[in-house]
């Protein structure tokens, strides 16, 4: 009998300002693929500059996927990523182009690079009440009691999150890593900077970001209905700025904490991708976006 061939996927990954949609889209004009991101928060509408999120200038014409696809006043599950992207990476292929899979989001990537089975587990109020009483700390201390591998590879100050984390957990005994038999053949690249280069690419980028209107964006956000609390648990840039706009910390209190809590994100991706001995890392000396 003959084996089906499984059709191939490119993957560009790594940590937060390590270049990854800058590669993809080269790679994407030479290899006539189109662009899918894994980025959990870039699937949100409005979290435009905070994300990082590719412009229609910076595309250079190259399609691009799971940009905007939800509201940010709402969670976006992982399994609700795979089935759009099924579909997403199914029709390019159709088309005869080669899909790209681009961004740092671990759990995103591997649910389509491994086919996992994502079993949905239905919002547990009383426990989600239980919990959104304990701090962010005492959170993350309980998921890794419960699941060290997932504590490793979470954003620790990202609440809505770890509460998602610890409810799964409960329902399930673990976090799920059913794998079934893996639709596509991949190739992942992986970009990687010495730890001194990625903080000064960070320091930079957050610079950049402050000149772009970063700040405006988050009071946008809060004006057009974004609570403060739900910003604060989007994490990262966004946690810090509605603390800073709701006059919590000083402005250079916001932006030594951003600095300080991407470079913890960047090392739990890392963590998480140096798991996956399938991923080919490469050194890029000069990277303009991540």
């Excluded at 810090?240 to 991407?262: F, P």
């Amino acid at each position: 009998m003959e084996l089906k061939r499984k059709l191939p996927i490119l993957v560009i990954l790594g940590p937060t300002a390590s270049g990854k949609s800058d590669l993809a889209v080269t790679l994407a004009k030479k290899l006539n693929g189109e662009v899918i991101s894994a980025d959990s928060r870039q699937v949100y509408k409005g979290l435009d500059i905070g994300t990082g999120k590719i412009t229609k200038k910076e595309m250079k014409g190259v399609p691009h996927y799971m940009l905007d696809v939800a509201s940010p006043e709402r969670s976006f599950s992982v399994a609700r990523y795979q089935k759009m992207t099924y579909e997403i990476i199914d029709n390019i292929l159709k088309r005869g182009k080669l899909p790209i899979l681009c961004g740092g989001t671990g759990f995103y990537i591997q649910s389509i690079v491994d086919g996992l089975v994502l079993p949905e587990v239905k919002a547990n109020k009383k426990l989600r009440a239980n919990l959104a009483e304990m701090s962010t700390d005492d959170l993350y201390n309980m998921l890794v009691k419960l699941d060290p591998k997932r504590g490793r590879s979470i954003d620790m100050n990202n609440r809505v999150r770890l509460i998602r984390a610890i409810e799964i957990i409960k329902a399930l005994g673990t976090t799920p890593e059913i794998k079934r038999e893996p639709r596509y053949e991949p190739l992942q690249i992986g970009i990687h900077f010495a730890d001194e280069i990625l903080k000064e690419r960070i320091s930079a980028r957050l610079r950049k970001r402050l000149g772009k209107g970063i700040l405006k964006e988050a009071e946008r956000l809060n004006a057009g209905g974004l609570s403060w609390k739900r910003m604060e648990s989007l994490g990262l840039e966004y946690r810090y700025m509605a603390y800073y706009l709701q006059k919590k910390i000083s402005l250079e209190e916001m932006v030594r904490q951003i600095e300080l809590v991407s470079i913890q994100y960047a090392k739990r991706q890392m963590t998480w991708f140096k798991r996956d001995q399938r991923i080919h890392w490469v050194p890029i000396r000069r990277a303009a976006r991540g």
